[in-house]
């Protein structure tokens, strides 16, 4: 069956959906379940499988980060990460789950539309720690407890010191900006670009009046994930205050931990005007969306 796929406008638009809690409704269970803590026992258990599997749409620096922290956290457990774009990823989990291959431990994508069959489906695990339970807003988090917005980034405009050229992942524009390949950049991610400049790349963000759209990345634990303390252990670890603190200082983006602070010297995400959709069309938007993918998947 030839797969239909969306455009970026449907993707900004799916994120701001998920960010108002529409996108993830559900009828089928009232509340999320207990929140759990980090213990001994799940520290032990997570120790026993050794390793965790994460499917990431991070910048690979990005993820590789996180993974050699979690190790150096929880000695013995190794992360094995799998990075590619949101659409590449999206393609290649719907085809290991057609071909019975399970290898999916956690998944973080820059779409989070794509949380839509992968709920339908059955494919994600409930699980809330107690940093998402008490720490993150209602709205950013899955109201059944089946994912949480890991991070918040602008796609952004920016410009350079010199032809249009089309690009995979938003990973690459600010890239290809810093070394002078093209002048300007368009929807690429800020966060790159934060980090070029104070690198003393010549590149400059440029934040619009009339609004700079925002990209939300869920993570979730797949029920079916081959180690499932491990990916319990990760997912938990990935939202404390402490690593939220971290990744934002080391990669420009923004976190909702209600405890997480903005890098001195930052621009902070409420200086800036988001570009939001209405409530109303929030709420269109997310129902053509569930209908688009339930004609796909057939969920």
């Not at 050699?68 to 990075?83: D, L, N, T, W």
Request: contains cysteine; hydrophobic residues 40%.
């Amino acid at each position: 069956m030839k797969r239909q796929k969306l455009s970026r406008r449907d993707v900004l638009k799916g994120s701001t959906a998920f960010a108002l809690g529409t996108v993830f409704a559900s009828a089928a269970r009232a509340e999320a379940p207990p929140a759990q803590a980090i213990t001994p026992q799940l520290i032990e258990a997570a120790k026993k499988e050794a390793k965790v599997v994460l499917y990431s749409a991070m910048d690979l620096p990005v993820g590789e980060k996180l993974g050699k922290a979690f190790e150096a956290h929880y000695p013995g457990i190794a992360v094995q990460i799998e990075r590619s774009g949101s659409e590449r990823l999206f393609q290649r989990i719907d085809q290991e789950f057609a071909s019975g291959i399970r290898a999916c431990d956690v998944v973080n994508s820059a779409d989070a539309s794509h949380f839509i069959p992968w709920k339908k489906n059955g494919w994600l695990a409930l699980f809330v720690s107690e940093d998402i339970a008490k720490h993150f807003p209602p709205e950013y988090r899955d109201p059944d407890g089946m994912s949480a917005t890991t991070r918040i980034y602008l796609s952004s405009i920016a410009y350079s010191k010199q032809r249009v050229m089309q690009v995979q992942s938003s990973t690459d524009p600010p890239k290809k900006l810093a070394l002078g390949e093209r002048a300007v950049m368009a929807d690429g991610n800020e966060y790159n670009i934060v980090l070029l400049k104070e690198a003393g790349q010549p590149v400059e963000p440029i934040y619009p009046a009339e609004g700079t759209p925002t990209i939300s990345g869920p993570t979730g634990i797949f029920a079916s994930a081959p180690h499932p303390n491990a990916a319990r252990l990760f997912q938990a670890w990935l939202h404390t205050r402490e690593t939220q603190q971290f990744f934002i200082d080391f990669t420009a983006q923004y976190s909702v931990h209600a405890q997480v602070q903005s890098k001195p010297g930052r621009r902070k995400i409420s200086d800036t005007k988001l570009m939001k959709e209405d409530a109303a069309g929030v709420e269109k938007m997310a129902e053509e969306i569930k209908t688009r993918y339930a004609r796909l998947f057939r969920v």
